[in-house]
Nanobody, 119 residues
């Protein structure tokens, strides 16, 4: 049984920081590309950042320089360090694990963690 469990969300003031964590079980974590997505109320889910199995990273332009994705394969954990948070960063943040083997896509999601940026 595959599980992705996010944690670290909460209420933070503008300009503050949070670090989200996502612990995976039931998969060979090191073989998966890991993503963070977010979804704000009334908006579509959007990709925040990606870290591939080889540890190369990419992030959305609006978050570059503020958000950093990293992974610890020994702990089956992916992190999202969020700095200089803005009210528009308020959303539910989701962890996603993806692996493509031939024509088969393995795609798993966590339950999400709420991030609220407000004074």
């Amino acid at each position: 049984q595959v599980q992705l469990v996010e944690s670290g969300g909460g209420l933070v003031q503008p300009g503050g920081s949070l670090r989200l964590s996502c612990v995976a079980s039931g998969i060979i974590f090191s073989m998966y590309d890991m993503d963070w997505y977010r979804q704000a109320p009334g908006k579509q889910r959007e990709l925040v950042a990606t870290i591939r199995s080889g540890s190369s990273t990419n992030s959305a332009d609006s978050m570059k320089g503020r958000f950093t994705i990293s992974r610890d394969n020994a702990k089956n954990t992916v992190y999202l360090q969020m700095n200089s948070l803005k009210p528009e960063d308020t959303a539910v943040y989701y962890c996603n694990a993806v692996r493509i083997v031939g024509s088969t896509k393995y795609d798993y999601w966590g339950q999400g963690t709420q991030v609220t940026v407000s004074s």
